[in-house]
T-cell receptor, first 114, second 113 residues
Framework: DVKVTQSSRYLVKRTGEKVFLECVQD?????MFWYRQDPGLGLRLIYF???????EKGDIPEGYSVSREKKERFSLILESASTNQTSMYLC?????????????FGEGSRLTVL | GQQLNQSPQSMFIQEGEDVSMNCTSS?????WLWYKQDPGEGPVLLIA?????ELTSNGRLTAQFGITRKDSFLNISASIPSDVGIYFC?????????????FGKGTKLSVKP
């Protein structure tokens, strides 16, 4: 059974703190994604990685960075958290490199920045 | 850029009613995907459509790939309380990152027992 696991379901952090969100997939997928979900705005792509150590900016990369040192793991980093980064963060992975593949999502990490 | 317009934004229905939602775009898609997100969970794929005109069912769910390739519809028959959630349409991001999907803003479904 395919599995995308996000390390924390719920986090509460203070403004200015560094935040790490971890995502691990066990399907040997090449592609991994980080999305942000806000009410009324749908899912917005933050960063994307199609291979180890490779990354591409999505639609809203400002304030975020990512790390992909191993194929199965994709980390989202908030260098200095701000209140406007309070949101639900979703990690996803996919097998195919072409634009026809299904995305498999993790359960989400709900981050609150105070 | 590409955008998917999903409607309605939300629906409040009685258990047993049928539900219909749709997704439109100004540009052509060669693939349409419908996802459901249960409260507090990540989205899960319900139905994938790869051919214009295609009609595909998954239990009480039926989805259609519009013949113009610019729209898609999802119908749920005889709704039950566990149908509650947010339904997203999605298509490939041809203009952006390879492998990425463009998502509609979602239809939030509430079912009254």
């Amino acid at each position: 059974d395919v599995k995308v696991t996000q390390s924390s379901r719920y986090l509460v952090k203070r403004t200015g703190e560094k935040v790490f969100l971890e995502c691990v997939q066990d399907m040997d997928h090449e592609n991994m994604f980080w999305y942000r979900q806000d009410p009324g705005l749908g899912l917005r792509l933050i960063y994307f990685s199609y291979d180890v150590k490779m990354k591409e900016k999505g639609d809203i990369p400002e304030g975020y960075s990512v790390s992909r040192e191993k194929k199965e793991r994709f980390s989202l980093i908030l260098e200095s958290a701000s209140t406007n980064q309070t949101s639900m963060y979703l990690c996803a992975s996919s097998l195919v490199h072409l634009n026809t593949g299904e995305l498999f999502f993790g359960e989400g990490s709900r981050l609150t920045v105070l | 850029g590409q955008q998917l317009n999903q409607s309605p934004q939300s629906m409040f229905i009685q258990e047993g009613e049928d539900v219909s939602m749709n997704c439109t775009s100004s540009s052509i898609f060669n693939t349409w995907l419908w996802y459901k997100q249960d409260p507090g969970e990540g989205p899960v794929l319900l139905i994938a459509l790869y051919k214009a005109g295609e009609l595909t069912s998954n239990g009480r769910l039926t989805a259609q790939f519009g013949i113009t390739r610019k729209d898609s519809f999802l119908n749920i028959s005889a709704s039950i309380p566990s149908d509650v959630g947010i339904y997203f349409c999605a298509g490939p991001d041809y203009g952006g990152s390879q492998g990425n999907l463009i998502f509609g803003k979602g239809t939030k479904l509430s079912v009254k027992p």
